[in-house]
């Protein structure tokens, strides 16, 4: 009987976890647009982007369905669009938009939050919306609010569960396994194994072939470096040169993008298993079974929120590794008794972290600020390694040719790309947004984080606890625009606050602080709770479009290489944005020095309209894939004037399979 009363607790911690766990409030999110037959419709709940191939309408009108199932406790969701919203209905009420900048792409990127109580009703609704086009690939999405008072008493009944389920269990040891401990054990498992199963999901889809919207510009560069294009100088992208030098080690070695899937998986791995290394490593007392699953379930989620915001070949989470790399290696109780072995690991991280992109440094100088005990300690951990990374970085410059396009490439962030949103000091004031993004990928994992951070607050001086939120901040809002993928900058910074709380709970009184040992087993009721409100990462519907798109695009990029092939032209023009793009698929390499074209650049950047003109002027071949409205009449007039969609008759024997993009040869050629 006392056995079966220890399950009782675990019975409720199942079923309030499963109550909490359901933003499946909402399902079979349909949009059926009755404007244009051109418009593709890829579904990806919570998320519906639409897709746009040539020469789009200045408004779509577009109409789908929300069906509300069981319990809906969420009513308050977070909406987010790229393209503005001038009218939105539900069952044809008009839902009040306060300003039509409320859902411009420019001025909120993350979305808004709107309360949909009064318009939803069980069952099907009926939606309606008004989208102006701005040259975007755009869609919606709706992202379920947490705070309600449904969710809350789930909540609490959680809590009160969980905590009778491991009363006076926490601090036992692994190895000393007794019979009271066999439920807390079945529920870790239980929950570790889901995390599990969902991770490994993502691993497999990784290495599918999955890219991201930005991924073909790097192979794109990465390619013409095999090619012997110089970095910056020949083909010009706002990234440092770590990404691109993958890129072109992925062709070199396969002649193909794999090793790019591959390095993107064991990104993911290397996440996940940097909290188990440092359970491990931190451990000076007993293993405990409580502390393990804080380390694993720590690892998994930050692995999955960054592949959820940067996975698919994204640059952030490449970035992320090598940051938390350095932080575990800053933060190891052993550095000065192998203090050059830890110098050596902490550069290299810092080096790779910030080759891929320069904010990184942001956050793994807050961790430092987190794990160095004095001034003296951190000019070891942090500043000399950085010393180390720098120089290292200079001569790989110049050995590749390259530093003189990097100080030109660092020259335009500083002085146009980080200041086109106002002062970066004000964005790295507003630390509201990485709570938002946390919360939209798991309300759990954005409660365990903020429950870490106030450890800290008590556990530190203000000061310097404030300048490492700060930190990581700035890095995230540095660029202004806060895409997805942003918001990875700040996951060696979570890292490092996980990786604090297991130090101190696996230590022996560190520090003679038991307040963060305590707060170990309240984080982790949170990391449990996320770990069962995870999002529908909706997996086998984006991958079958990408595979869609990538078959078309490898069509003609198979075709425009066999044409420039037979000319021996070497390069070709190139008009259109980022995506699955036929540049990073063509064996021949883009004119440039600048080659994709986003609306927003076009406008702030006369240099970048200049340099997609005389690529036009002197290019044989045009594919096109988008104009934008600034280069429309001055690139049309050049089309019209001097190229034909007529092949020329030495290439008109080529078999072209598919016609997904407009492709302009000379006249008279």
């Known amino acids: 009987m006392r056995y079966l009363k220890s399950l009782l607790p675990l019975l409720i911690c199942f079923i309030s976890g499963f ?71 539900i069952n044809g009420e008009p839902i009040n938009l306060n300003t039509e900048n409320d859902f411009n792409p420019y001025h909120n990127q993350h979305g808004i939050k709107i309360d949909l109580s009064a318009y939803l009703a069980h069952g099907k609704n009926k939606l309606r919306l008004e989208i102006l086009n701005d040259n975007h690939i755009f869609g919606l999405g709706l992202y379920p609010f947490w705070l309600s008072p449904a969710y809350g008493l789930a909540i609490i009944i959680f809590l009160l569960s969980f905590t009778a389920l491991l009363k006076n269990n926490f601090n036992k040891p692994l190895v000393h396994t007794k019979k009271q401990l066999i439920p807390a054990a079945l529920f870790f498992a239980t929950s570790i194994g889901y995390a599990l199963i969902i991770f490994g999901q993502r691993i497999l889809y990784e290495l599918s072939g999955a890219f991201s919207v930005d991924s073909s510009v790097y192979l794109a560069v990465g390619r013409g470096i095999t090619n012997g294009l110089s970095l910056y100088k020949d083909l010009f992208e706002i990234k440092p040169p770590g990404i691109f030098i993958l890129s072109a080690l992925s062709f070199w070695l396969l002649d193909s993008p794999f090793l790019m899937n591959l390095l993107q998986a064991a990104v993911l791995i290397g996440i996940a298993l940097i909290p188990i290394v440092a359970y491990f490593l931190f451990t000076t007392t007993a293993y405990s079974l409580s502390k393990f699953a804080f380390a694993a379930l720590s690892g998994l989620l930050l692995s999955l929120y960054s592949a959820y915001n940067a996975g698919e070949v994204q640059i952030e989470s490449f970035g992320a590794v090598f940051s938390c790399i350095a932080i575990l290696a800053l933060g190891s109780p052993y550095f000065l008794a192998n203090k050059k072995t830890h ?327």
């Open 19 to 89: 109550i909490i766990a359901s933003p499946l409030q909402i399902s079979d999110f349909k949009f059926f647009n009755k404007f244009s037959p051109q418009i593709k419709t890829e579904v990806a709940l919570p998320y519906v982007i639409l897709t746009v191939p040539q020469n789009p309408p200045a408004k779509f009108i577009i109409e789908g369905e929300i069906r509300c199932l069981g319990l809906c406790l969420v009513n308050t969701f977070r909406v987010r669009t790229f393209g503005t919203i001038t009218a939105f209905s």
């Open 343 to 669: 110098l050596t690991i902490v550069a290299l991280g810092m080096l790779c972290a910030c080759g891929l992109k320069e904010p990184f440094l942001l956050p793994i100088f807050g961790a430092s600020i987190l794990f160095c005990s004095n001034f003296k300690d951190w000019v070891l951990k942090f500043f000399y390694p950085l010393l180390l990374a720098a120089s290292a970085g200079i001569i790989l410059l110049l050995l590749f040719g390259w530093f003189d396009g990097f100080m030109q490439y660092l020259q335009f962030m500083f002085s146009t790309h980080i200041l086109r949103h106002g002062s970066p000091l004000q964005r790295g004031l507003d630390i509201y947004r990485l709570w938002d993004d946390l919360n939209k990928f798991s309300s759990g994992l954005s409660f365990a984080i903020s429950l870490s951070l106030l450890v800290q607050l008590f556990s530190r001086k203000i000061p310097l606890f404030a300048l490492a939120l700060f930190c990581a901040s700035l890095a995230v809002g540095l660029g202004g625009e806060y895409f997805d993928h942003h918001f990875v900058f700040a996951v060696p910074f979570y890292m490092s606050l996980f990786l604090l709380i297991l130090k101190h709970w696996s230590g022996k009184n560190i520090h003679g602080n038991n307040t963060i040992q305590k707060s170990g087993a309240a984080v982790l009721f949170f990391l449990l709770l996320a770990t069962m409100n995870l999002p529908d990462f909706k997996l086998e519907q984006k991958l079958s479009s990408i595979h869609h798109d990538t078959k078309l695009t490898l069509a003609e990029a198979k075709y425009l290489d066999a044409v420039l092939d037979r000319t021996k032209i070497e390069r070709y023009a190139f008009l259109g944005a980022n995506g699955i793009q036929i540049y990073a698929w063509t064996k021949h390499s883009p004119q440039g020095p600048h080659f994709v074209q986003v609306e927003e650049w076009v406008n702030t950047m006369p240099t970048l309209q200049a340099s997609i003109l005389n690529n036009l002027l002197q290019a044989q071949v045009i594919v096109v894939d988008r104009i934008t409205d600034n280069l429309k009449f001055p690139a049309r007039r050049i089309i019209n004037e001097f190229f034909t969609e007529e092949p020329w008759l030495a290439v008109s024997d080529i078999e072209r399979q598919a016609k997904f993009y407009q492709i302009y040869f000379r006249k008279g050629e």
